[in-house]
């Protein structure tokens, strides 16, 4: 049986990827900075996906290279292994750059790229050992082309691509794959919080979580259909 760690798992995308791999009889390590959000998916994922996988939650902050490798440290010791990595976590900020401030710039880039880097690094050497593994980063259309007002999150989001297209050819030999997806706008609560009256008045036409949570699982799953170091683009219709 797979082991799955998704982080920013407590809500959104990483909610909905996590409880599908559950139900898929894949292992599921919730990871959240909210103790709450990680409660309520647990407590869902145990109804949904009874005797499907075992499924845990870790109170995690991705930017701290000791809380992920307590992270890790707790999957293996409960699960035996990470198979699958997600790299779903992250923040976003609406503003012009000259009006964004350092704090802010770090929290985006830490949260988004610096937590994809962190993670990879701590999950790769036991997927090389082993011989197979996956790594889906979550990035977006927004890594793809920049946009006015998103400067550090779209800076984040190109970086998330670029990570992923370097580890993959740094672990090709191994049967690993890494991969990038990117969404267009997601009816989440980040995407909400970040500008609550965009997200009102286009709501209706941005992408489902658990749209975009099927794709990242088809992506695992079908080795043949997506390629190592793949960007798989997602747009809104």
Not at 39 to 58: K, P
Not at 93 to 112: A, G, H, P, Q
Not at 205 to 222: G, N
Request: one cysteine or more; a neutral charge; hydrophobic letters at 40%.
């Amino acid at each position: 049986m797979k082991t799955a760690i998704i982080t920013g798992g407590g809500r959104g995308i990483g909610r909905e990827t996590a409880m599908l791999l559950a139900v898929k009889g894949v292992n599921v390590v919730v990871c959240s900075r909210t103790q709450k959000d990680i409660d309520e998916t647990v407590s869902h994922i145990r109804q949904t996906a009874e005797g499907h996988a075992g499924v845990a939650g870790t109170k995690c902050d991705v930017s701290i290279s000791s809380d992920i490798g307590s992270l890790v440290s707790k999957t293996v010791m409960e699960f035996g292994a990470v198979d699958i990595l997600v790299n779903n976590a992250g923040v976003a900020i609406v503003k012009r750059l000259v009006d964004t401030s350092e704090k802010e710039w770090n929290e985006t880039i830490n949260s988004n790229l610096k937590g994809a880097f962190l993670c990879s690094q701590a999950v790769v050497p036991g997927m090389v050992r082993r011989g197979s593994g996956t790594i889906i980063n979550v990035s977006s259309v927004a890594g793809k082309e920049g946009s006015e007002n998103l400067s550090a999150y779209c800076a984040s989001k190109f970086g998330m691509i670029g990570l992923a297209e370097s580890l993959a050819w740094e672990v090709a030999g191994s049967n690993i794959r890494v991969m990038s997806i990117c969404p267009g706008e997601v009816a989440t609560k980040m995407q909400e919080d970040a500008d609550p009256a965009y997200y009102r008045a286009h709501k209706d036409r941005m992408l489902r979580p658990r749209q975009v949570a099927e794709k990242i699982v088809e992506m695992i799953f079908d080795g043949k259909k997506y390629r190592n170091g793949q960007s798989v683009d997602m747009p809104n219709e």
